[in-house]
Structures are given as C-alpha cells and as structure tokens.
RNA sequence: GGAGAGAUGGCCGAGAGGUCGAAGGCACUCCCCUGCUAAGGGAGCAUAGGAUCAAAAGUUCUAUCGAGGGUUCGAAUCCCUCUCUCUCCGCCA
C-alpha cells in the first residue's frame, strides 16, 4: 500500500510512475474523491465535536442536578445529521481505500523502465554451461527413464501439475533443502523458523496476495471462521511474523529462512511449462526474508541476491542474474532481481530466485514498525528471496549433471547430504 | 469436544455508565542533584487520521481500552456475536 499523504501531495508524479509500470489511474476521478471526503470529514467531526462538548455538558449539569431537557435535545439533533453524514463519509472512505488497495508500489529510480520480459536487463553471467559430447535429454526424460519421476500416478491422486518423487531423486530433493537451509542459517546468518502453511486472510492482505491474487490461491473453508489459505510462498508467514509489532531498532535487521511446500492455483497459466516440474501446483521452495532498516534496504537487496546466488554457486550451476523493468516486476515490489539457472535441454536460463525489496509498502499494510532514535515508530523495510526454489533447483541438477548412460552425478557439496552417494540412477 | 477465567498504552496494572486517552509502576528522553556498585528530585512520553500552515513546528478536532454490532444524550465500563489467551476434563499423531 502506498502512503495516502504522497497521493495527496503528489498524486501526479506518483501517476507518471505508476504509468512506467503499465498502471492506468484516474487522477481526477481520485481528486474529486479526495474532495468529497475532505468535505464530509470536516463536516462530520465538527458535528462530532458539538456533540462531545453537548453530552459533557449533560454530565456536569446532572452532578449539579439542573434540567436537562433543552440540552439532550440538542444532541437529537446533531445526531440525526451526524448519521447520514457518517454513513456518506464510510462510503467515500470504502472507495478511497479500495482504489489505494489496488495501487502497486512505486518503482526505485534505479529500476529499467520496460513493458515485459524483454526490456529486463541482465546484469551478471555466473558459470559457462557445460558442453555436452551426447545428445542430452530434458528432466522429465531423464527422470521417468530412471523411474524416479512420476507424473501419472501423480494426477490420478490429485490431477495435472503434481508429481510423485521416488527413491534416490526424493533423496536429492531433501538433501538440496537441508543444504539451502544449512547454508543460509550457518553463513548467512538467518534464523531457521518452521511456519504454518495454513494462513488466514488478514495475513495474504499483509503481503499483498489479497485482495487481487485470490484465484491463484487455493483455500479451505473453515466453517464460521470462513476461509484459510494454503500459503503460495513462505514469505507471506514469514514476513507477516511482524505483523502489528513494534520491534526495536536494535532488532533490526531480521533476518528469516524456512523450507515450505508452496502451493498455487494459477488458472490462467495453462499451455505455458505444461511439461514437467517448472510449473507445479505444489512446490517446495526454501525462502528468504529481511525486515530491515529502510536506509538499509537497498544493500539488503545486493546482500540478500548473493546469498541465494551462493547455493548455485555451491551446486556448480551456472546462471545469471537480471533486474526486472518496471512492467515485468511484482505489485508490490520496488526493485526486483531474479534469478535464472541454465537449463540446457531449454537451451536458455530459467527463473529460480525471485529477490525483491518492497520498501514499506508491505510494512504499511501490516503496520510493521520499530521504534526510531526519536523514539517514533517508524515503517520497517522488508524484502523477500527464494533461496531457491527446490524444484527448479532439482530440475537444473538434473538436466546439468546428466551423464551419458542417463545417470546423475550428485554435485559435491550434496553427497554428504546423500549418505555419500556419487551417481543418481546407477544400477546396483 | 466439555466447563470456567480473561483480553486496557512499549511492558505491568487500576478503572465497573459522565469531567477517562485512561491512576500508579517499569522502561525510555531531557533537566537537576549526587563521587560510586539496578541512588534521589523534576518534566516529558500511545497510535492513526483530519483541519490550519508553502513546509516544519505549533494549535486544534476526530477515532481507537481484542474485533464487530447494539443500548444510551453520553460506553474502557451495560448487552449480543466473533477471535484469541489461560486453567481443568476428554480425545489424539
């Protein structure tokens, strides 16, 4: 959410940004909102005020046991005005909040201006993609050939997009989460936290997934409590951990990691990534967060990008990082790098990392603060990573570290999580 | 699942229809005093929003005592609904 005083002091600059990013607002149609709900709030708590001063009056006439009558009559009146002008004023209020909840974050001035995904910038090549001497196969080719990968039986329990990992490959998918997490919370210093995947509404709004993302979520009726939610990303119990806190300046920075399934809905991206495990209703990813100091929060964001660039270098896997452009990046992200995994049976790279600083437009939602030097709350920063994406993660070992007898070779750093083991897929 | 108790400012905690945005304490900030090992005195100290103002400061108004509704001229205080916490019993990986 952006700061109401911003609109309403610069509400033309914060249009012309809002633009770069492909959002269309109508300022006149907010001025002239703005207006009404100058006039009936001044109106209303005026009216507010006289009836406040009329109801003490009452009081200190009472304790000198004088009549009343004259006075409470008074009151009548001023109340029977003060209810419509209270409910004209919840309704302006309604559609104020409702166009500012639609609002995305203003871009940081260092970001790209863009339309899409092809005015992102690269910024930096990690690693040379191998070259191979054998024809390659993709992940789902290798997987199903060593019959550790299982999309059929997958979506006969639970439908298309899922999948069943088997033997010595759901092996390699657990050890590379203990190794995301082991390497974050050992050298990068964040505090391992194991959170609820079941979250309800008020939390999706902190992070911003609510109100306009809900059909990418999948959710669970609760009965007279009403709906939950199956979380899409760790980040959103993660980051809403200082939901309405006031933390102290000492406390800061925060910063938090954990290893969640995540679980999307996603309707409408069919016929994109149908085959295999890029795109799946359930994913496990190992997330990263930061509530920082908001002068901070920019070399955060460089900080918190190397950390998950860290595992790949680990893993041996080459990649490159790019800044988004103001047309491709998150709502509510100020400035977004992402991180993309060379696969080569795509021949190209593909996301793995999504690394953002949202400023405080989180932290305005959730009324996340810390107590500054004056001793004045003040809005933290937060931002969020994947550190990485497990799945992927998975995907690119495969298609990276193929042999050609179809075999896995497990990247280093991983055997001690395998029990020793050197070669996926070898026949004993 | 059953029975009971509770939710007040950064924290603890009083208040039980009127002058309460809320006593007192702790913490914090500033000042004074004091040569000492959690010493004393004084002052300040909730959040959000509005108006005024070029802006800041200041002034002023409104809202907020878990959340939402109701009663009343007037609600932290009374009534209803919900949420959460605690205690006891039951069940359970």
Known sequence: MLDIQLLRTDLDRVVARLATRGFQFDATQFRALEEERKRIQVRAQTLQAERNQASKAIGQAKAKDEDTTAL?????????????????????????EGLLLDFPNLPHASVPVGKSEVDNV?????????????????????????????????????????????????????????????????????????????????????????????????????????????????????????????????????????????????????????????????????????????????????ELTGHAEKILQLLELPYRVIVLCTGDMGAGSCKTYDIEVWLPAQNTYREISSCSNCEAFQARRMQARFRNKKGKPELV????????????????????????????????????????TAVIGRKR
């Open 122 to 302: 690269e910024v930096r090549r990690v690693g040379t993609p191998r070259v191979f001497d054998f024809p390659i196969k993709d992940h789902v080719n290798l997987g199903e050939s060593l019959g550790l990968l299982d999309f059929e039986t997958a979506s006969k329990l639970s439908g298309a997009r899922f999948s069943i990992l088997k033997g010595e490959l759901s092996h390699l998918h657990r050890a590379l989460s203990q190794f995301m997490l082991d390497t974050h919370t050992r050298d990068h210093g964040y505090t391992e936290m194991y959170v609820p995947y079941v979250v309800n509404a008020e939390t999706l709004r902190g992070t911003w997934q609510l109100p306009k993302f809900e059909a990418d979520l999948f959710s669970v009726p609760r009965g007279e409590q009403g709906k939950h939610y199956l979380i899409p990303t760790a980040e959103v119990p993660l980051t809403n951990v200082v939901r309405d806190a006031i933390l102290k300046e000492d406390d800061l920075p925060l910063r938090l990691t954990a290893h969640t399934p995540c679980f999307r809905s996603e309707a409408g991206s069919y016929g994109k990534d149908v085959r295999g495990l890029i795109r799946q209703h359930q994913f496990d990813k190992v997330e990263l967060v930061q509530i920082v100091h908001p002068e901070l929060s920019y070399a955060a964001l460089e």
């Open 72 to 96: 409470m009559q008074d009151v009548s009146r001023i109340n029977e005005a003060l209810k419509e002008d209270e409910a004209e004023l919840l309704d302006v209020q309604t559609r104020l």
């Open 381 to 420: 920063h937060t931002l969020n990573g994947s550190g990485v994406a497990v799945g992927r993660a998975l995907v690119a070992i495969l298609e990276n570290y193929q042999n050609v007898d179809g075999t896995i070779e497990v990247p280093s750093v991983l055997r001690p999580y395998m029990g020793g």
